[in-house]
């Protein structure tokens, strides 16, 4: 788990830098957001030129670091989709506000027979 109590605002700290996440797979990380009341999220994602659909990141709430709401988009705290088209790197950044204390940022591919090509993810804090 990461913590944001040190991050200063408007610095974009990397919190998930890999080359590929595998068809059908996911790729998560856990932010302790400490203090902070708002924060921008931004993926970049180049995706296979055969792939035919896209990944999602969902925001996963935790009251207590542990656990942590269903991967699913009834039951995120939210979630988003950058666009998708084969062969294209896409970036896309939502701002989170009303923050609670736990969060998981889960990145999964939709795709289920092509992996994605890299994949990273900023946190910015705003405020």
Same mark, same amino acid.
């Given at each position: 788990?990461?913590?944001?109590?040190?991050?200063?605002?408007?610095?974009?700290?990397? %919190?998930?830098?890999?080359?590929?996440? *595998?068809?059908?797979?996911?790729?998560?990380?856990?932010?302790?957001?400490?203090? %902070?009341?708002?924060?921008?999220?931004?993926?970049?994602?180049?995706?296979? *030129?055969?792939?035919?659909?896209?990944?999602?990141?969902?925001?996963?709430?935790?009251?207590?670091?542990?656990?942590?709401?269903?991967?699913?988009?009834?039951?995120?705290?939210?979630?988003?989709?950058?666009?998708?088209?084969?062969?294209?790197?896409?970036?896309?950044?939502?701002?989170?506000?009303?923050?609670?204390?736990?969060?998981?940022?889960?990145?999964?591919?939709?795709?289920?027979?092509?992996?994605?090509?890299?994949?990273?993810?900023?946190?910015?804090?705003?405020?």
């Amino acid at each position: 788990m990461i913590s944001l109590t040190t991050v200063k605002t408007k610095e974009p700290v990397l %919190v998930i830098n890999t080359t590929s996440i *595998a068809a059908g797979g996911e790729v998560h990380i856990d932010i302790d957001t400490g203090n %902070v009341k708002e924060l921008a999220i931004t993926v970049r994602v180049t995706y296979d *030129a055969s792939a035919t659909s896209g990944i999602r990141v969902y925001v996963l709430a935790s009251p207590d670091g542990t656990n942590f709401d269903t991967e699913n988009t009834d039951d995120a705290f939210t979630y988003f989709e950058p666009s998708f088209q084969a062969g294209a790197t896409r970036q896309k950044t939502v701002n989170i506000d009303a923050l609670p204390r736990y969060i998981r940022l889960l990145v999964r591919n939709l795709d289920s027979t092509y992996a994605t090509g890299e994949v990273k993810v900023w946190i910015t804090v705003v405020k």
